[in-house]
């Protein structure tokens, strides 16, 4: 059964607590997720969003215990992506003339996905639907994270349903923010925001600042994953403005990969040179081998800088480094200085590669490349720690 959430809105989604990877391998959820689907009641019924297709008959054996499927008039689609209009064809199979509201965008979408003619009506920023004593208001969001995204306004219940905004890869039977571990949602917003809505920050602020500007009561905001924004709903809106405003924290990361521990020393040594220059800055050494990729780029988007290392291999730099400059690249960071730094045998091409590689991406140079042949005896250590050291001052 559905899960209530005020008198008229009753929360239908499913909870996905097996779901460790999406958008392929892009992105790592170890928390899980929830697809969110939201019924409102009133004189008119409206459901917002769907669920993932593998739990597509799930989904519609459940809202039928919750209410005959031909007394919902209207299907708002926010965002058409398939972890949120999979279960449509199962459900338009029992009600296949209820209409579906969404931009032109979400309508071109939709049918480029399913091959459908259903019952599209459009809508724009401003347009209403009217369900007795609610009703809801449009609101375009394009790029928030796709080009059909749209939120709705719920008058009467003064609630945001905001889809994919504010959301979270958080699995969880507590449906409220007031009802989980804070500090663990705030990971989870920040982890979703920096690796799916970073590259649109400008359009995120805008927005945002938008919808500050309609000066709309606001009791909750619903998005379409983790839980719901009830305690001090502004609070989310605050820091997506403070997220979208080239953030950045007192930190430096040095991210590296190493075959044979020589890079690694090399990290070590720069990072304690960081910490004589600079104590009250946090520094975060990660292995680009090792740790999540998506838990790293969560980690330089916090940081005012960014260290990449990696030995030379086949004249190039590592997989694992490669594959984070390239999502690096993608995810359009802004406010960060950045330096390169490998060991190397006999070529030693790594570093001036990615130096170049971080340029492209958008980071400022922070420092020339360095690079040192073999393991590094105690000199050279020594100048890991200078130039780690000379780095951070010059920034200071
Ligand atoms: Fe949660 Fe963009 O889909």
Known sequence: ??????????WVGKIDWELKRF???ELSTDRGSSYNSYLIRDSKTALIDTVWSPYDREFVARLMREIDLNKIDYIIMNHNEADHSGALLELMRHIPETPIYCTAKGEAILRGQYHQDWNFVNV?????LCLGETTLTFIEAPMLHWPDTMFCYLSGEEILFSNDGFGQHYASESLFNDRVDHAEMMREAMKYYV???NPFSPMVARKVKEILAMNLPLKMICPSHGVIWRENPAQIVEQYLRWADAYQEDQVTIVYDTMWQSTRKMAQAIADGIRLASPETTVRLMNAS????????????RSRVALFGSPTINNGYSYAIAG?????????FKNKRAAAFGSYGWSGEAPKQ???????AG???AAEPLRQPWAPDNDMLDQCCAWGQSLINEQQ
């Open 1 to 10: 059964m559905g899960k209530p959430i005020t008198n008229r809105v009753t």
């Open 23 to 25: 958008h392929g391998d």
């Open 124 to 128: 724009k920023t401003g347009d209403t």
């Open 363 to 365: 980071f400022a140079i």
């Open 324 to 332: 984070l400059l390239e999502m690096a690249r993608g995810l359009k």
């Open 354 to 360: 990615i130096n170049e590689h971080l340029q492209a």
């Open 290 to 301: 090792v740790d999540d990729k998506n838990d790293i780029l969560t980690e330089i988007f």
């Open 195 to 197: 690796n799916i809505l």
